[in-house]
């Protein structure tokens, strides 16, 4: 093979030095003409490659389908077919043809999954049959029922390690909750957490929980195997103090705005900072206050004057119509 590539690059730079000395003599129809030929050679070399590629995926199917006879021909139980078959790429009769079977042929059975199709490899081509197609179709069964009877047990292996990492469950107890790399204060922050979410105690270390939590609690992964564990749950310290036994309930929408904004302002007056956070308002509130305790109206009715700004705000249902006056930018009235 390296010799016909490099006959082939032999081939090309002749004909370049020739048609080169060839263009100079001769003016540009030649040098037009030389150029179709280098064309026609680049084509040739594209189409050389194309075979040479083709070869090695021929020859890489080849190591696959030694692969396969390999597994065909270890010690696994064959099952004689009584008509012929087709065996298809994939569990449908829609799928590509890649083989076919005659009456006495038999086949290793790979995997059966309670469809009509079944998993098999002969002389080196894995696909799918149907399972009509089998001369003992209880002894396929059979090997339906092992699997099944085998992915209860997993199933029933994986819940318990599930079960034993859940079973102390703690919930956050304060609006926010540092988890840490180490039982310290003094250790890295590695992330934060909620008021109401769910952590699971894994050891306990002085006023200090080990814990592991969900990576995302809004989107719990399947666990399959013992590997998902490690993707489904991160782990962290946590002090006892900020988590509690019983169920807390988690942050609003509503919580979470107005304890961000009591957060970003530490100089509001107590009164203001507990209004706030119990959802009320009050009288000389500024309109960032109310927005932060009650949330964006429904409406707002602005009248502009010489020398102020009044803003009429509407909350509630068209039932229960609740009414803020700002005169500019403070709240002096309220109408319910």
């Known amino acids: 093979m390296k010799l016909i590539i490099i006959a082939i690059l032999?081939?090309?730079?002749?004909?370049?030095?020739?048609?080169?000395s060839k263009a100079q003599e001769n003016g540009v129809k030649t040098i037009e003409s030389i150029i179709i030929e280098y064309e026609d050679i680049r084509s040739e070399l594209l189409d050389s490659l194309d075979v040479i590629n083709n070869k090695i995926d021929s020859l890489n199917n080849k190591i696959i389908q030694k692969r396969f006879?390999?597994?065909?021909?270890?010690?696994?139980?064959?099952?004689?077919?009584?008509?012929?078959?087709?065996?298809?790429?994939?569990?449908?009769?829609?799928?590509?043809?890649?083989?076919?079977?005659k009456i006495g042929d038999e086949v290793a059975v790979i995997n059966v999954d309670g469809t009509h199709f079944?998993?098999?490899?002969?002389?080196?081509?894995?696909?799918?049959?149907?399972?009509?197609?089998?001369?003992?179709?209880?002894?396929?069964?059979?090997?339906l029922r092992s699997y099944r009877h085998e992915e209860l047990k997993h199933e029933q292996y994986i819940d318990s390690l599930i079960g034993d990492i859940e079973r102390n469950k703690r919930w956050v107890a304060t609006i926010t909750a540092n988890i840490r790399n180490i039982a310290s204060t003094n250790s890295e922050v590695i992330d934060q957490m909620e008021k109401g979410d769910v952590v699971f105690v894994q050891e306990i270390n002085n006023n200090w929980y080990?814990?592991?939590?969900?990576?995302?609690?809004?989107?719990?992964?399947?666990?399959?195997?013992?590997?998902?564990?490690?993707?489904?749950?991160?782990?962290?310290?946590?002090?006892?103090?900020?988590?509690?036994e019983d169920y807390v309930e988690p942050l609003t929408r509503d919580d979470i705005r107005r304890n961000s904004f009591v957060s970003n302002?530490?100089?509001?007056?107590?009164?203001?900072?507990?209004?706030?956070?119990?959802g009320k308002v009050s009288i000389g509130m500024s309109r960032e206050m109310v927005r932060a305790s009650w949330g964006e109206p429904r409406e707002v009715n602005r009248t502009v004057t010489s020398n102020s700004v009044n803003e009429q705000w509407v909350y509630g249902t068209i039932y229960n119509r609740q009414y803020l006056y700002f005169r500019n930018g403070i709240m002096h009235t309220f109408q319910d």
């Open 10 to 20: 032999i081939t090309f730079v002749n004909i370049f030095l020739v048609s080169s």
């Open 69 to 101: 006879e390999s597994q065909d021909n270890a010690e696994s139980k064959k099952f004689e077919i009584n008509s012929d078959a087709r065996i298809y790429e994939a569990k449908s009769v829609n799928s590509n043809i890649i083989g076919s079977l």
């Open 118 to 143: 079944v998993e098999i490899i002969h002389r080196g081509i894995r696909g799918y049959i149907m399972k009509r197609h089998f001369k003992d179709q209880f002894a396929i069964d059979d090997i």
């Open 210 to 244: 080990k814990i592991y939590y969900f990576e995302n609690p809004h989107m719990k992964r399947r666990i399959e195997s013992e590997d998902d564990i490690s993707q489904r749950y991160k782990s962290g310290w946590i002090h006892n103090s900020i988590v509690a």
């Open 265 to 278: 302002n530490p100089d509001l007056r107590d009164e203001l900072r507990r209004n706030i956070l119990n």
